[in-house]
């Protein structure tokens, strides 16, 4: 019922920027938890950043410091800033949604499995 699109990937040189959204549906995005996840070349999926219900931030080591998770609940979507790209970063994102959370009383921002609705992915290409 939760419906979630990504855009903004491309193309982009190692140490340039670029700047993902994720457009949502629902009635209670505002309650929503909210996170970014990327699957690299033969890698897992691995956790990047996520963003709570009360903003409250969360990030990956290998992150941190370089991209910025940030919500507009009025239009509904979420951003992720990626600044200082690097080769590594190259993957698909996926934007994820856990509409459970708040009700739940529990939150794992980083556990892909909390997440119970997923965008599609973008594709996000550093080249050196």
């Known amino acids: 019922q939760v419906q979630l699109v990504e855009s903004g990937g491309g193309l982009v040189q190692a140490g340039g920027s670029l700047r993902l959204s994720c457009a949502a549906s629902?009635?209670?995005?505002?309650?929503?938890?909210m996170g970014w996840f990327r699957q690299g070349p033969g890698k897992e999926r691995e956790f990047a950043a996520a963003?709570?219900?009360?903003?409250?931030?969360y990030y990956a080591d290998s992150v941190k410091g370089r991209f910025t998770i940030s919500r507009d609940n009025a239009k509904n979507t979420i951003y992720l800033q990626m600044n200082s790209l690097r080769p590594e970063d190259t993957a698909v994102y996926y934007c994820?949604?856990?509409?459970?959370?708040?009700?739940?009383?529990?939150?794992?921002?980083?556990?892909?499995?909390?997440?119970?609705?997923w965008g599609q992915g973008t594709q996000v290409t550093v080249s050196s």
């Open positions: 629902g009635r209670t995005f505002s309650r929503f938890a």
């Open positions: 963003i709570s219900w009360t903003d409250t931030t």
């Open positions: 994820a949604a856990d509409s459970r959370a708040y009700y739940g009383g529990r939150y794992s921002p980083s556990l892909d499995a909390r997440y119970d609705y």
